[in-house]
């Protein structure tokens, strides 16, 4: 089995934003304007007309599903659907809404660490505390077995 060097560069995946309530309503229409109807791309992709609705509303994933929807709107990938659809309910430029989206991941990414580092401390002080105190004449003897005397 060859796997990948650890230095070696990583395939770059696109990135997949699932889209709020309301965009996935601007996706119905957009579909409806260009009249592909969810029991046509169901039955194009074989599945049920409601499994298209609830992955255009951010409801369901599927990779293959949401590809085969971004083709047929003209588009390369997913994103490209949902940051179009994110750009005319927001009424921004999609360059602004992709700065927006990084931003919001930065911060969301401090927050963990700062969780993180807060649970590590916490952890390790409740370790502190769990070890029983024997008083200073216990903790000598400690010390002395502790080092061979």
Do not use: C
Request: no cysteine.
């Amino acid at each position: 089995m060859n796997l990948p060097h650890k230095n070696s560069p990583r395939k770059q995946r696109p990135e997949y934003y699932k889209p709020t309530h309301e965009e996935g309503l601007y996706i119905h229409f957009i579909l409806k304007a260009k009249k592909l109807s969810f029991v046509r791309i169901a039955k194009s992709l074989g599945v049920a007309p409601q499994t298209v609705a609830n992955i255009t509303l951010g409801q369901r994933r599927s990779s293959r599903i949401k590809l085969s929807i971004a083709q047929m709107l003209g588009k390369q990938n997913w994103s490209e659907v949902v940051l179009e659809a994110r750009s005319i309910i927001k009424r921004k430029p999609i360059e602004q809404i992709k700065k927006d989206i990084k931003q919001q991941w930065q911060t969301k990414k401090k927050e963990t660490k700062n969780r993180m580092r807060e649970y590590a401390t916490a952890s390790y002080e409740n370790a502190i505390q769990a070890i029983p105190d024997v008083g200073s004449k216990g903790r000598k003897s400690l010390n002395r077995k502790a080092v061979g005397l």
